[in-house]
T-cell receptor, first 108, second 110 residues
Framework: GIQVEQSPPDLILQEGANSTLRCNFS?????LQWFHQNPWGQLINLFY???GTKQNGRLSATTVATERYSLLYISSSQTTDSGVYFC??????????FGEGTQLTVNP | DAGVTQSPTHLIKTRGQQVTLRCSPK?????VSWYQQALGQGPQFIFQ???????QRGNFPDRFSGHQFPNYSSELNVNALLLGDSALYLC?????????FGPGTRLTVT
């Protein structure tokens, strides 16, 4: 099956810093989603981005499908950005395959 | 507009017992998928329901079964519970490709 690798596994920032999270995948995908999992376990949709670039406030994402990777940018980080960020790809029949996540900690 | 809802929030069961988890999809969504998330890992796909039929299944044993009702809500049943079934169970709904997740049910098997 398809492999999804996220890096870095852990990231610690000071409030106000910028960061880039990476997602590599081993095969062609139909779609790609980024999620933020809060401490209570809720997965919050950040981006639905099979290709191209999207921006939503301080967050933006870019997927280069031909090179099999996606990047999530977080600018001017805040403590509320802390949590686990997951990349998930859709292959056949709309099942999502998740990476292992990036644990982000933003310190005040 | 209500999002995806799941019940119960938490559940404690004994090894060998059976459990039923419930999910109501986001309004207008017709497809429900279930995922299992063990501690420290990413969610893993269990199965997906569409038009009351299991459309896809991940690498989970037959102890895991499900159902979708005419109103698109869904149940996940797990028989003969093992300690390793302790996890967060997430339900996602979709109309098309983008999936939206519920808050999850945290199952502890003792």
């Amino acid at each position: 099956g398809i492999q999804v690798e996220q890096s870095p596994p852990d990231l610690i920032l000071q409030e106000g810093a910028n960061s880039t999270l990476r997602c590599n995948f081993s095969d062609s995908v139909n779609n790609l989603q980024w999620f933020h999992q809060n401490p209570w376990g809720q997965l919050i949709n950040l981006f639905y981005i099979p290709s191209g670039t999207k921006q939503n406030g301080r967050l933006s994402a870019t997927t280069v499908a031909t090179e099999r990777y996606s990047l999530l940018y977080i600018s001017s980080s805040q403590t509320t950005d802390s949590g686990v960020y997951f990349c998930a790809v859709e292959t056949s029949g709309s099942r999502l395959t998740f990476g292992e996540g990036t644990q982000l900690t933003v310190n005040p | 507009d209500a999002g995806v809802t799941q019940s119960p929030t938490h559940l404690i069961k004994t090894r060998g017992q059976q459990v039923t988890l419930r999910c109501s999809p986001k309004s207008g969504h017709d497809t429900v998928s279930w995922y299992q998330q063990a501690l420290g890992q990413g969610p893993q796909f269990i199965f997906q329901y569409y038009e009351e039929e299991e459309r896809q299944r991940g690498n989970f044993p037959d102890r895991f079964s499900g159902h979708q009702f005419p109103n698109y809500s869904s149940e996940l049943n797990v028989n003969a519970l093992l300690l390793g079934d302790s996890a967060l169970y997430l339900c996602a709904s979709s109309l098309g490709s983008e999936q939206y997740f519920g808050p999850g049910t945290r199952l502890t098997v003792t």
